[in-house]
């Protein structure tokens, strides 16, 4: 990875043995050049070696991992690994938050390093991810979870002096921030955002944490995670970019939901981690999508306008391209993606196949009129392309004929929403996520 990507990887996850496909490790993946130029989205049930997968053990053996190793080769980046130890701290609680409705808390998660192979100690990052969580009060039963990224830091989430402040980068469009870091005046700034007293209104809980504390959003690859992991800053063509990166710290605030689970539930806080939806805007989005696919203990992923590299096609030719987010974000995805900028056609999976990797879990694509950039037409075909690995267990996902409908709510397990507007994520799209979260969790 050159100076422009900015994210360590530790090794790569380990997939299931593939019993009925050829091994797609790091030494068979095909060269750029010797890969097939192919027009049309491919089929996600077909699979490298041409073989045509037509049940659902084939699909979870063999196919679904092939295709998770592949993104992580072209693509994102091989995500870090699972960490030995993760150790979870409350910072405070607040039970009167929004008039009694909810309880407001902060969670400090810190990780372990990869132990050397010289010594048995483990050893802690010195990063921490500080997880704001807001719960309902009166829920008598478990709430599920949204779990979001957000840009501005958690004080810009809620209006609480509790909430801690970000001490690493911040972006400079941000309110209240200072030579690139965020300051008490930005507390609140974002409350439109996320929405959070709909939220608990309707019955859900929401962990949000700060991107920054993972990866700050810049092409200096060595203020994150990754320039204390790697310290000489030598990286392969498949060294996950920011987007990996953030998408493993989804899954680490996770794993602390799951390691406070039970002191929560002393408190009368109950939480139904079966039941968790991922959310993100924009870049984060993309984020978000990744996680899911990477990730079964996500129910429901919702990537918010996340248009070239997320959730529009890399073979689009409607708003940004390959090249062109390549050019402007370099430090995203991994160095190996940017052979395909002249020739997305190359690429042996588009983003159909990324929403299928998450079949037969939900995701909802959400839109703006006006956000083009994202190409909101594009990213309806990406989900009617990804419903064969959703037939596979019986499930409608979206019709091949539905039609995006302005400010309605389309699909089944695979759902579709656009509003008028730009780029942002509002009250209204939040309604729609609810709408949507309420049609899969509830039926269940």
């Not at 593939?18 to 068979?28: E, G, H, K």
């Not at 196919?63 to 030995?84: C, D, I, N, S, T």
């Not at 609140?188 to 209104?201: C, M, T």
Request: aromatic share 10%.
């Amino acid at each position: 990875m050159n100076a422009s990507c900015p994210c360590y990887c530790l090794l790569s996850l380990f997939f299931a043995a593939m019993s009925l496909l050829p091994s797609a490790n790091a030494q068979t993946f095909p060269a750029f050049a010797d890969l097939k130029p192919q027009a049309e989205l491919p089929n996600p049930l077909v699979a490298m070696s041409g073989q045509k997968i037509t049940t659902k053990e084939e699909w979870e053996s063999a196919r679904r991992p092939e295709l998770k190793q592949l993104f992580q080769h072209y693509m994102y980046g091989k995500l870090p690994a699972v960490p030995e130890a993760i150790d979870v701290k409350q910072l405070f609680v607040n039970p009167q938050f929004l008039n009694g409705k909810a309880t407001l808390r902060e969670l400090a998660v810190r990780f372990t390093l990869p132990r050397p192979v010289s010594t048995a100690d483990l050893s802690w990052s010195k990063h921490t991810i500080y997880v704001l969580l807001v719960t309902p009060n009166e829920r008598v039963s478990p709430a599920p979870v949204f779990v979001g990224m957000n840009f501005c830091g958690n004080h810009a989430v809620v209006e609480s002096e509790q909430v801690h402040i970000p001490e690493t980068w911040v972006y400079k469009s941000c309110k209240g921030v200072d030579n690139d870091h965020a300051t008490a005046a930005g507390r609140g700034s974002q409350a439109d955002v996320w929405n959070v007293d709909l939220i608990i209104e309707r019955g859900y809980a929401l962990a949000n944490f700060y991107s920054g504390d993972i990866d700050p959003d810049t092409a200096d690859f060595a203020d994150g995670l990754n320039g204390e992991l790697k310290s000489d800053l030598k990286f392969k063509s498949d060294d996950p970019g920011a987007i990996a990166c953030w998408s493993w710290g989804y899954h680490r605030v996770i794993d602390a939901l799951t390691k406070q689970e039970k002191e929560l539930a002393k408190s009368g806080t109950r939480l139904d981690l079966k039941k968790i939806a991922v959310v993100g805007h924009s870049r984060n989005g993309k984020t978000a999508l990744l996680a899911a696919a990477m990730d079964e203990r996500i129910a429901l992923a919702i990537p918010s306008q996340a248009g070239c590299g997320g959730t529009a096609p890399s073979r689009g030719t409607v708003g940004e391209s390959v090249k062109r987010i390549n050019t402007s974000f370099p430090h995203w995805f991994c160095d190996e993606f940017t052979n395909f900028n002249d020739e997305p056609a190359r690429l042996p999976f588009d983003q159909n196949c990324l929403a299928a990797i998450c079949a037969p879990r939900p995701v909802l694509f959400s839109n703006a009129q006006e956000d083009t950039w994202a190409n909101p037409d594009g990213q309806l075909e990406v989900l009617k392309a990804a419903v064969p690995a959703y037939a596979l267990y019986g499930k409608r996902g979206i019709d091949t004929e539905a039609k995006a409908e302005m400010g309605k709510l389309i699909g089944h397990e695979l759902g579709y929403f656009i509003r008028p507007g730009k780029h942002s994520m509002s009250r209204v799209d939040w309604q729609a996520y609810l709408e949507f979260a309420d049609k899969q969790f509830l039926a269940k």
